[in-house]
């Protein structure tokens, strides 16, 4: 099975900030890595898929870039609905695995 | 409007069984292959199984195979998880979630989640 690694795994910022949170795998996976952002007590929702590709409706300030095994979200300017948890899935072979989570707190 | 709506969960004895449901609206359901994934209290997301769009491709994860069937009914634009043999560690939250069913292919809409508790 292929293993995703993020980090950190949880990190504390402020309104305005600029965050990035990496994503490892333990093989190659081409760009088949999808971000999820999910606040509590709701289902996760698609961000960014095929590494940089910004889903439909998705704020611009987010972003994705990377390419083989190792990938990175980013937040341009943090907003007070962006404190939530982070997820990246690879889709590149079954089964599909997601990482372990990144929790954005507010400072 | 695209909707999942996921039901069936509930408390359940270790070793009992469990029939959750996902019902499809606002596209067209045949021509996506559906997930279902879980989260267990205050942890991360697990992926539980996948069903193509024609039922021609089955996948689980290994925690799960040989107790847990995934199945559809296209009639009723409705995708299923039959759950047997249930121990504690499946308590969790389970979201339905759809694909395009190519390579790569996000999990682009998600159920809201039902709670499945397994406990004596």
């Known amino acids: 099975d292929i293993q995703l690694t993020q980090s950190p795994s949880f990190l504390s910022a402020s309104v305005g900030d600029r965050v990035t949170i990496t994503c490892r795998a333990s093989?190659?996976?081409?760009?088949?890595l999808a971000w999820y952002q999910q606040r509590p007590g709701k289902a996760p929702n698609l961000l960014i898929y095929a590494a940089s590709t910004l889903q439909s409706g998705v704020p611009s300030r987010f972003s994705g870039s990377g390419f083989g095994a190792e990938f990175t979200l980013t937040i341009s300017s943090l907003q007070p609905e962006d404190f939530a948890t982070y997820y990246c899935q690879q889709l590149d072979s079954y089964p599909w695995t997601f990482g372990q989570g990144t929790k954005v707190d507010i400072k | 409007e695209v909707r999942l709506v996921d039901t069936g969960g509930g408390l359940v004895q270790p070793g009992g069984s469990l029939r959750l449901s996902c019902e499809a609206s606002?596209?067209?359901?045949?021509?996506?292959?559906m997930n279902w994934v879980r989260q267990a209290p205050g942890k991360g997301l697990e992926w539980v199984s996948y069903i193509s769009s024609t039922s021609s491709t089955i996948y689980y994860a290994d925690s799960v195979k040989g107790r847990f069937t995934i199945s559809r009914d296209d009639a009723r634009n409705s995708l299923y998880l039959q759950m047997n043999s249930l121990r504690d560690e499946d308590t969790a939250v389970y979201y339905c979630?759809?694909?395009?069913?190519?390579?790569?292919?996000?999990?682009?809409?998600w159920g809201q989640g039902t709670l499945v508790t397994v406990s004596s």
């Open positions: 979630a759809r694909d395009r069913g190519i390579v790569g292919a996000p999990f682009d809409y």
């Open positions: 606002g596209f067209t359901f045949t021509t996506y292959s």
């Open positions: 093989q190659v996976i081409s760009t088949y």
